[in-house]
């Protein structure tokens, strides 16, 4: 059965991250929550029919009013318990990154709610993928697959894939992962907590890690 329970370590992660890297979250309360199951020792969470590590969710108006935080991020605790603190720290972080303060349009300064709280946005990732495999196959370097992960290779393969500084492996790197994916349709980006990444539409309040 799934339940629920609170994070406390996860919490004291939460305090350490945004005081090192998220400064203009100030004065914004972020929470955490666990979710398992009772009876499997199997991941549990995930939005829109995905599996995530992890979903921040801004706090509604009406719950903000009964002083829970601002925010809140539940985390699948059986995939918690599989990852470093390292790995900890940048699910963390990732999830931290996408909540951003409202600000007025002609003052730019932070708005707050009818409860005085800071007004959040969600931001959007950076780069988001959808990708079939069987598109990849079938249709190779001409499916909207291939040539996104190849300009993702291209433009920032180094970031996301750390090939080290020779350019000459990078490039060898991309042609192979671009060939692989155009002939099996067989590749995984990885999020930072070691799992694939299955990124759905941007619509909603959720995002999955």
């Not at 995939?79 to 972080?93: E, K, P, V, Y």
């Amino acid at each position: 059965m799934k339940t629920y329970s609170p994070a406390p370590d996860a919490d004291t992660c939460i305090t350490r991250i945004q005081a090192d890297y998220h400064a203009e979250l100030d004065e914004v309360t972020v929470s955490a929550l666990f979710v398992f199951d009772t009876e499997a020792t199997e991941a549990v969470l995930k939005h829109q029919g995905y599996p995530a590590a992890a979903v921040v969710r801004i706090t509604p108006l009406r719950e903000r009013a009964l002083r829970q935080a601002d925010a809140n991020i539940v985390i699948d605790r059986c995939t918690w318990l599989t990852l470093s603190q390292r790995q900890r720290d940048a699910l963390i972080d990732h999830e931290l990154t996408h909540l951003t303060r409202v600000l007025d349009k002609e003052t730019g300064h932070p708005v707050c709610d009818a409860l005085d709280r800071p007004k959040l946005a969600l931001r959007r990732h950076d780069r988001q993928f959808g990708w079939f495999d069987e598109i990849a196959q079938r249709h190779g370097e001409a499916s909207p697959e291939v040539r996104q992960a190849k300009r993702l290779m291209e433009s920032s393969g180094q970031l996301y894939f750390n090939f080290g500084a020779s350019q000459d492996a990078a490039r060898t790197a991309v042609k192979s992962f671009v060939d692989n994916i155009a002939r099996t349709g067989g590749a995984t980006i990885t999020s930072s907590s070691g799992d694939s990444v299955t990124i759905p539409d941007r619509s909603g309040q959720e995002v999955p890690a």
